[in-house]
């Protein structure tokens, strides 16, 4: 069975870092595409960052400049660097992994990122 799982989570000031890290039993530089995604309470799941395989790299509008994606492949592991954390980023933030062809993502089981004011 695949895994994905996160840490890094925690509780930090407005203003401060984290960094989110994603392990995984699947081997992620065989994934066409791998990516963080958050959902605060009350919302839906929204995409935050996403590598793809081809080295491109896309952000939600609300993260650009402060978050950045990352990858290990040496220690199959992805990362996401959070700079200059505000209120409005507090969720679960998910790790994400989309194999090539027809096959269903791979999703972590979420940790919790909370910024306080």
């Known amino acids: 069975q695949v895994q994905l799982v996160e840490s890094g989570g925690g509780l930090v000031q407005a203003g401060g870092s984290l960094r989110l890290s994603c392990t995984a039993s699947i081997d992620f530089s065989a994934m066409y595409g791998v990516a963080w995604y958050r959902q605060a309470p009350g919302k839906e799941r929204e995409l935050v960052a996403r590598?793809?395989?081809?080295?491109?790299?896309e952000y939600a509008d609300s993260v650009k400049g402060r978050f950045t994606i990352s990858r290990d492949n040496a220690k199959n592991t992805i990362y996401l660097q959070m700079n200059s954390l505000k209120p409005q980023d507090t969720a679960v933030y998910y790790c994400?992994?989309?194999?090539?062809?027809?096959?269903?993502?791979?999703w972590g089981k979420g940790t919790l990122v909370t910024v306080s004011s």
């Open positions: 590598n793809y395989i081809i080295d491109n790299t």
């Open positions: 994400n992994a989309s194999p090539f062809g027809n096959v269903a993502d791979y």
